[in-house]
């Protein structure tokens, strides 16, 4: 058992390739006992091959990592009694109902859902009208929930979950993390994957990764609190001509679609919010431009995201 000041995770120039491939480039980092640590990063950027070798699923080709004190790779049997995994597609039996699923996890290692249903309780609760179904008829919500359950049926030291929000509607992610929220309330360490950039504001610390290299650590107020550019949310009736308009603007640093507006970045400029705001619309009134909105935006964690990546 790992005790409150110990690192739970900790991770030493950590690389896994497959032919030519770098899925994973040099990572080191580490993660507290009891914190919610987010592995932030698109399709493609070596997050779910990072969780297979902290899971003992894959071998490293070099470096070293140890989760609760104990070796990924020499300690792997021992590591499997401890840690609980949610993959990010649903790997639970389909033809089994939600109760045997729960009943066959919790029996793989040793255990009952007796035993431990306070842990899962909260949860199960919620699913529990439908113990009957099979689990291939659950919504993508309720299989979520199901997989968390047995995820968490041995009661794990630290909690490894890889994508949970993907192919789930926004409703569910919002109850997911509520849930999340409440085991950290409990002290379980979670290390939480996603390519949901709002997710990161829900995590007590972040690693952005892009191409199986890490950008940047730290919590989401330190990473927004880095961007240090005049950031402007602009648009206008015609959004793709805005875009490429803004992105020749004499101050303009980089412009990007970012939900229903353009996100603008500027060179560092010492004039006012409001002589940039007057510019840029003066800008686009020239650009004829109309139903023009332009106002200040505060950096979100994509935006930090965006810049590091371009960088």
Not at 18 to 30: F, P, Q, R, T
Not at 281 to 299: G, M
Request: glycine share 6%; proline share 5%.
């Amino acid at each position: 058992m790992s005790t409150l000041s110990e690192k739970i995770i900790k991770i030493d120039k950590l690389s896994k390739a497959y032919g030519a491939v770098k899925a994973v480039e040099n990572i080191s980092l580490s993660v507290d006992q009891g914190e919610i640590f987010g592995i932030i990063g698109p399709d493609g950027a070596g997050k779910t091959t990072l969780f297979r070798i902290l899971t003992t699923l894959l071998l490293p080709d070099t470096g070293s990592a140890t989760v609760a004190g104990l070796d990924v790779v020499r300690d792997y049997k021992k590591l499997r009694q401890i840690i609980g995994y949610m993959p990010g597609r649903f790997s639970l039996y389909q033809d089994l109902t939600v109760e045997e699923n729960l009943e066959f996890f919790a029996s793989v290692f040793g255990t009952s859902v007796r035993k431990n249903y306070d842990l899962i309780a909260p949860i199960y609760v919620q699913i529990e009208p439908f113990k009957t179904r099979r689990a291939g008829a659950l919504s993508g919500g309720m299989k979520q929930k199901l997989a968390l359950c047995c995820a968490l049926i041995h009661k794990p030291e630290v909690l490894f979950l890889d994508e949970p929000g993907t192919g789930v509607d926004p409703v569910s992610r919002k109850e997911f993390w509520d849930m999340l929220r409440n085991l950290r309330a409990q002290g379980l360490t979670m290390l939480v994957s996603t390519p949901y950039m709002d997710e990161a504001e829900l995590c007590n610390r972040v690693a952005l990764v892009q191409k199986g290299e890490v950008m940047a650590i730290d919590t989401p107020q330190g990473i927004t609190a880095a961007f240090r550019q005049p950031l402007f949310a602009v648009r206008s009736e015609n959004m793709y001509q805005l875009i490429k308009d803004l992105r020749n603007f004499e101050s303009a640093s980089d412009c990007y679609a970012f939900g229903e507006y353009a996100h603008l970045k500027l060179h560092p400029n010492s004039a006012s919010r409001e002589v940039l705001e007057n510019s840029i619309h003066t800008y686009l009134l020239s650009k004829k431009h109309s139903d023009i909105e332009v106002k200040p935006a505060v950096p979100t964690v994509e935006d930090c995201f965006i810049e590091l990546m371009k960088n």
